[in-house]
């Protein structure tokens, strides 16, 4: 799992910034933001970052432009570029310009989230992830299979999905916005109790009859999977 980041985001429009802001922090990312691509140059050369994301269509300068430029500088950040242009041509454009991925917009947070991470591993030379565990709780990506200690474990396809979005996230709070997007592509809130029940039958399945109870409701925040 990709740990805490420090991000620089180069976004110009305000309200796309606020909703990316929100849900890095969310996540528990530190965001700096830049409103230009002159000011997010300048962020980019002078403060380390784990990763940038950065919008094609800036004022003052380019975010291609801004690309090429670190990557001439030999600055080899992982960068996902964001851009209303979302054909084939454009995308080639923005990994010709030293792109990591290409992200075409409207976009759901979570698709962001996951390819910040993958490229972020990408650039640590990470292999992927076949299996999680948290404490004795064991999750089989491949096989599809769970387990906590010897005691098998029969998983819906959705309790599943979600059980892999907490284990991802271990010893974090994973919040409703995230799990509506990740579990049930929701990219809204349908003001039902369908994460309750889901959480309900997930925590019966694998916190029943333990000593250590592993699923956790943060009031008002949202989920934490985790011994403590």
């Known amino acids: 799992m990709v740990g805490r980041m420090r991000i620089l985001l180069i976004e110009d429009d305000a309200d796309t910034a606020a909703y990316l802001q929100q849900g890095l922090k969310e996540e528990g990312h530190a965001v700096d933001r830049a409103a230009d691509g002159r000011e997010g140059l300048f962020l980019a050369t002078t403060e380390p970052y784990d990763a940038l994301i950065v919008d094609r269509m800036l004022p003052a300068l380019d975010g291609l432009v801004l690309l090429r430029t670190l990557r001439g500088a030999g600055n080899t950040v992982p960068a996902i570029v964001l851009t209303a242009l979302g054909d084939v041509d454009h995308r080639v454009e923005g990994l010709r310009a030293g792109a990591d991925d290409y992200l075409a917009k409207p976009f759901a947070f979570a698709e962001l989230s996951a390819r910040l991470a ?51 996230q271990a010893g974090h709070v994973v919040t409703r916005t995230m799990l509506l997007e990740q579990v049930w592509d929701y990219h809204f809130d349908p003001q039902t109790n369908v994460i309750d029940v889901h959480i309900s039958r997930l925590r019966q399945k694998i916190d029943h009859g333990e000593a250590t109870a592993l699923l956790h409701t943060v009031r008002g925040a949202g989920y934490r999977l985790g011994a403590a």
């Open 118 to 168: 993958n490229v972020v591993r990408r650039a640590d030379g990470g292999a992927a992830q076949t299996r999680l565990q948290v404490g004795d709780l064991e999750l089989d990506l491949l096989g599809r299979r769970a387990q906590r200690g010897t005691r098998r474990i029969d998983l819906l396809p959705r309790e599943f999905r979600l059980l892999e979005c907490l284990m991802r």
